[in-house]
């Protein structure tokens, strides 16, 4: 069998996702705002701590994707290569340096849910929305100043966040939280289903290649609901930081394994 991952066949073509690497393409809307921090820790692996500064901050991001693997094939086909998804990260301090790490991500595409398993991600399944730039007539906004842009994200037929930004002006970068390598866990049960582990890995990513373009901050407003199947919640805002958009393109091939259980 040649496949990279499931389903299993002599050809590898049926497989959900390719071999790595893989390439994204895409824009991102971004909130940041502080949350409890005690919660925040609630979410880090053993032996992270909170990060030194702003332990509370926390990013809520938008992303609108198209994707590919190293033959390029799916931007020929788009139902293989386009997703969105909405993402929460937080910051930690683990072994001396400061991490990102998502303890929440729903994506609408089950291609884009495997690969996260693959990654670590904790992705689930949800709807989500972003209102588009353009560049010709009066049906959205433009990447000016006063550009207002919404975002929403949904899951098991529940609104989850709602958020609204208007760009201000340009700047550098797009935010602090979602800045560091990425720190993850890649769980998974055995299958006598009894409390161990077939997998229990703490792994850390990064991507190579990455560019970004028009970013933008903003001001921002943020609504997050509870659910009775998803706790996003839990990191509801107590401040907020402000919010950006910019485009990105990033490569990613492999990971590093930092302590396996």
Not at 131 to 142: N, V
Request: aromatic share 12%; hydrophobic share 35%.
């Amino acid at each position: 069998m040649s496949s990279f991952l499931f389903p299993q066949t002599p050809s590898g073509r049926s497989s959900l996702i390719p071999p790595p690497p893989w390439h994204y393409s895409g824009e991102m809307i971004t909130i940041e705002y502080r949350a409890d921090p005690e919660t925040v820790e609630q979410f880090l692996p053993e032996g992270a701590e909170l990060a030194d500064d702003d332990p509370g901050a926390v990013a809520l991001i938008w992303a609108d994707w198209q994707s590919c693997g190293d033959d390029f094939s799916e931007i020929e086909d788009p139902v293989r290569s386009q997703y969105k998804e909405c993402f929460a990260v937080v910051r930690c301090k683990w072994e001396g340096e400061t991490w990102s790490r998502c303890p929440f991500i729903w994506v609408d595409k089950d291609f884009a849910l495997v690969r996260g398993y693959h990654q670590g991600y904790p992705k689930k399944l949800g709807e989500i929305w972003m209102t588009r730039p353009i560049t010709l007539g009066r049906a959205g906004p433009r990447l000016t100043e006063g550009g207002r842009f919404g975002a929403t994200l949904s899951a098991s037929g529940r609104l989850l966040a709602h958020a609204r930004v208007e760009l201000t002006h340009p700047v550098q970068s797009p935010g602090f939280v979602n800045a560091h390598p990425m720190l993850h866990n890649r769980y998974w049960p055995a299958i006598e289903s009894d409390g161990s582990a077939s997998m229990d890995e703490l792994v850390t990513m990064r991507g190579y290649d990455g560019e970004v373009a028009d970013v933008w901050a903003a001001s921002a407003e943020l609504d997050i609901f509870d659910s009775p199947g998803d706790e996003l919640a839990l990191l509801e805002p107590l401040e907020m930081i402000g919010g950006f958009y910019h485009r990105v393109g990033v490569s990613w091939n492999g990971g590093t394994t930092l302590r396996a259980d």
